[in-house]
């Protein structure tokens, strides 16, 4: 298979996560024989000092072309008083935008030997695996510019949402839930918001076109609760842009670290765009010891959505999971009598995992 992926490194720690990826991704083309071509371009505040604006045409242009995007971080204290037009996020929403990536997803799911770094009661989390369907292209980041009135003293920001908007991601949460558990919690707050009343109008229609498909309606404050208290007993949450920004971020706290979550934002064509949920981290950039495991498992995620590639997908995440199981682990997940690397022996020990293993099984094949 023959693919093009273009890279997006942004600023921070991206750019040394993002060259994790990479090596993961040719020791994966190696042994299955797949054919990655990568390209990189900037975004952020990389691309503002370079090109001054956080998204160049040249990016946009290359994301098109290509068959799936990986992205590493955006933003840092050095852009902070930009004004709003030349803030590294606006290259993270505008490349959203520009490629209609509606449907932000994020698998939640612990790792058994590092629930202890999680400041919930292991009793709590122990099980949870959620996968969290969020819009993204609607919504309060989206609607009518923000503005100022009565001489500055009065900010307005509006709320809109189309039927089509609301229609696809909905079918995106039931086709989750479907290859899963069966179980759907749409989030919203329909007590109060007009679009969250069309969002549960919405829902209540598409739940008979999938009939294993169970459904619960659960109140955004009640949502973010029951994450905490009781987080197993949620399969598939889908909700919009807003609430879901606030609730993923939220549950990364069942894993311990932002460092283990990795995210995809989708096409309806398949296309994506891959990062890890963690930010840019200036403090510790250029330091070695930055967590790569969510942007590996970003491209996990690549492997899976984008090229259909479940096998190779399936591998990356054995690796990381065998990685740890033998103690290795980063600074930021603190493990008792682990054995720490940095960012570098990491990547290494990934990839010499994935040639092993996969060696290994071609071994075997020959005798059966």
Not at 43 to 52: C, K, R, S, T
Not at 162 to 180: C, L, N, P, T, Y
Not at 211 to 232: F, Q, S
Request: charged fraction near 25%; charge should be negative.
């Amino acid at each position: 298979m023959k693919k093009r992926i273009v890279l997006l490194p942004g600023d921070g720690i991206g750019k040394e996560v993002i060259g994790s990826a990479k090596d993961v991704l040719r020791a994966i083309a190696e042994e299955f024989n797949h054919n990655f071509h990568f390209e990189t371009h900037e975004i952020g505040g990389a691309a503002i000092d370079l090109y001054g604006t956080p998204l160049p045409e040249t990016t946009i242009d290359a994301c098109k072309q290509a068959d799936a995007v990986l992205l590493g971080a955006v933003g840092g204290p050095k852009w902070d008083h930009n004004p709003s037009h030349l803030r590294p996020e606006r290259g993270l929403l505008g490349i959203r935008k520009a490629l209609d990536l509606y449907a932000n997803v994020r698998p939640i799911k612990g790792f058994k030997n590092l629930l202890h770094t999680s400041p919930l009661k292991e009793e709590v989390i122990v099980g949870s695996d959620l996968l969290i369907v969020r819009e993204l292209t609607g919504g309060l980041y989206f609607g009518t510019p923000s503005e100022r009135r009565e001489n500055g003293n009065v900010a307005v920001d509006t709320l809109s949402y189309s039927r089509k908007e609301i229609e696809r991601i909905v079918d995106k949460g039931f086709q989750a839930a479907q290859g899963r558990r069966g179980h759907l919690t749409s989030v919203d707050k329909a007590n109060v918001l007009e679009s969250s009343k069309l969002w549960r109008e919405i829902v209540e229609e598409k739940k008979a076109q999938y009939p294993d498909v169970t459904v619960e309606h659960v109140l955004v404050d009640a949502a973010a609760m029951k994450l905490i208290t009781n987080p197993t007993q949620f399969d598939v949450i889908v909700t919009e842009n807003m609430f879901g920004d606030i609730l993923s971020d939220e549950a990364s706290v069942l894993t311990g670290s932002l460092g283990m979550l990795p995210s995809a934002s989708l096409r309806e064509d398949g296309l994506g765009l891959y990062e890890p949920v963690h930010g840019s981290a200036p403090d510790i950039a250029g330091k070695g010891v930055a967590n790569p495991v969510a942007m590996i498992l970003s491209a996990a995620l690549m492997l899976r959505y984008s090229f259909q590639l479940d096998d190779e997908a399936k591998l990356l995440e054995e690796a990381v999971q065998s990685v740890l199981d033998a103690g290795f682990h980063t600074a930021d997940l603190h493990v008792p009598d682990g054995r720490p690397v940095g960012t570098v022996e990491m990547t290494r020990l990934i990839v010499d995992y994935i040639k092993s293993q996969n060696a290994s099984k071609c071994i075997m094949s020959c005798y059966i």
